[in-house]
């Protein structure tokens, strides 16, 4: 089984769509918690990171359940923009970066 | 600034070659990284340097070699390239255990 592990996809939906991804981890030390968006043949680049309290930005909602070590992120009213692979990305547990481990990503098609 | 620099974007190479992917940042970080992404797979770490004159292992660095040649540049070498080693490559830097910033990465064939 994975470490992190995400819903395989590829999501389709139509302009305007509410559409939510889920993401698990298998190690209860996981200390932080966050989604990177990544373009077509480009770098990943940091979406948000994933707060115990849950935390929004925009259209964007990210919640994590610590208990069920599962994460999830909420995109509102989808744009023709928000077409990306999303990565999910634990930190296993320490304060270095060398313990990032990346789920292998969500596609997200939005369609006009 | 320019973030995290790679060089070169594109290569072919023929199996036993060798080779050295170049990466900078100009943030000042003192961790930097070397990943690899395979379809299907997440990225996995093959190295990383935790602050200037430190280099270790992550998940998979059998066949290649690291150099931290200073704050801002970490090289990876391919010393015998295998088909099994084409992938795209990414430097990252970060701040410790935050955001790490990506470079725009290198697309490796082995043949």
């Known amino acids: 089984r994975k470490e992190v592990e995400q819903d395989p996809g590829p999501f389709n939906v139509p302009e305007g769509a509410t559409v939510a991804f889920n993401c698990t981890y298998s190690?209860?030390?996981?200390?932080?918690f966050f989604w990177y968006r990544q373009d077509c043949r480009k770098e990943p680049k940091l979406l948000m990171s994933?707060?115990?309290s849950g935390n929004e930005d925009g259209r964007f909602t990210a919640q994590l359940n610590r208990a069920s070590q599962y994460i999830s992120l909420l995109i509102r009213d989808s744009k023709l923009s928000d077409s990306a692979t999303y990565l999910c990305v634990v930190n296993r547990g320490s304060n270095y970066g060398q313990n990032f481990v990346f789920g292998p990503g969500t596609r997200l098609s939005v369609l006009p | 600034n320019a973030g995290v620099t790679q060089t070169p974007k594109f290569q072919v190479l023929k199996t036993g070659q060798s080779m050295t992917l170049q990466c900078a940042q100009d943030?000042?970080?003192?961790?930097m990284y070397w990943y690899r992404q395979d379809p299907g797979m997440g990225l996995r770490l093959i190295y990383y340097?935790?602050?200037?004159?430190?280099?270790d292992k992550g998940e998979v660095p059998n066949g290649y070699n690291v150099s931290r040649l200073n704050k801002r540049e970490f090289s990876l070498r391919l010393e015998s390239a295998a088909p099994s080693q084409t992938s795209v490559y990414f430097c990252?830097?970060?701040?410790?255990?935050?955001?790490?910033?990506f470079g725009p990465g290198t697309r490796l064939t082995v043949l």
């Open positions: 190690n209860s030390a996981s200390q932080s």
């Open positions: 990252a830097s970060s701040v410790r255990g935050d955001e790490q910033f």
């Open positions: 340097s935790a602050s200037e004159g430190t280099t």
């Open positions: 994933v707060y115990s």
């Open positions: 943030m000042n970080h003192n961790s």
